[in-house]
């Protein structure tokens, strides 16, 4: 019985080493689309410009000009980055377009999407991206909305812009306070001789985010000062203020 647990306990941890180790994983949305340098598998084997990976009787190399990355997270479904513009070459002949398609739960497929083949892979364990440059996100678009039977700018159409692209999504109620100390300029009783004292400040505001840098709410402000004749206080006074922001 220890026997065996040891096994599985081993079994787990080797499984989470190998999880974890997938380099790619920390890609988010915002990283994407963009194009591919290199793809690199546990055994240190490279898919770039120059050498290729081979998946049972598949082939994988880059196809004309680098391979692009894009990224689909549906709702209530896994995330994937997939792997376009590569070429796969047949060991009994032929040739193919195809996609590696790297999903979220830590799965990946080798894609023919002329044949409907899919294959399923040991994933690599880094995916190397290069920098986003504007044209490169514009050009690797356009791709992208070509592959989608979408028209391109280039062709005459319009293409609307993504409902969320640009805009600023409201972040909710923005509080904030801060503490300090109120500083008088000039005693508060005239023709006397007294003295008003430095005195505690605090403000409290709360706001609500409308745009990027538009937010409307509310200010309370109060601070106290000591009023004292010489030696003997006279009074306090406390200051309540109360503004309506923007």
């Excluded at 909305?145 to 600023?168: C, F, I, N, R």
């Excluded at 109120?182 to 006397?192: H, K, M, S, Y």
């Amino acid at each position: 019985m220890r026997q065996h647990l040891c096994v599985l306990v081993c079994t787990l941890m080797v499984l989470g080493c190998a999880t974890s180790s997938l380099l790619w994983q920390r890609y988010t949305e915002n990283d994407f689309p963009a194009r591919v340098n290199s793809v690199t598998t546990r055994q240190g084997n490279v898919l770039d410009a120059k050498s290729g990976l081979t998946y049972r009787l598949w082939t994988v190399s880059f196809g004309e000009g680098k391979p692009y990355a894009s990224y689909k997270c549906p709702q209530n479904a896994i995330c994937e980055i997939i792997i376009s513009n590569l070429r796969c070459d047949h060991s009994a002949g032929g040739r193919a377009s195809c996609e590696l398609k790297l999903y979220d739960n830590a799965t990946c497929e080798l894609v023919i999407p002329e044949t409907g083949e899919r294959l399923q892979i040991r994933c690599p364990v880094n995916v190397s991206l290069e920098p986003k440059s504007k044209s490169d996100k514009d050009q690797t678009n356009n791709v992208l909305l070509e592959k989608q039977g979408v028209a391109s700018p280039e062709d005459g159409t319009v293409v609307p812009p993504k409902e969320k692209g640009g805009q600023y999504l409201p972040r909710g109620l923005v509080l904030g306070l801060r503490t300090g100390v109120g500083i008088p300029t000039q005693t508060v009783l005239n023709n006397f001789g007294n003295r008003t004292s430095v005195g505690p400040l605090v403000n409290f505001e709360a706001l609500y985010a409308l745009r990027e840098w538009v937010r409307v709410g509310i200010m309370f402000e109060w601070h106290r000062h000591d009023i004292d004749l010489g030696g003997p206080q006279f009074g306090a006074l406390n200051i309540f203020s109360l503004l309506p922001t923007v």
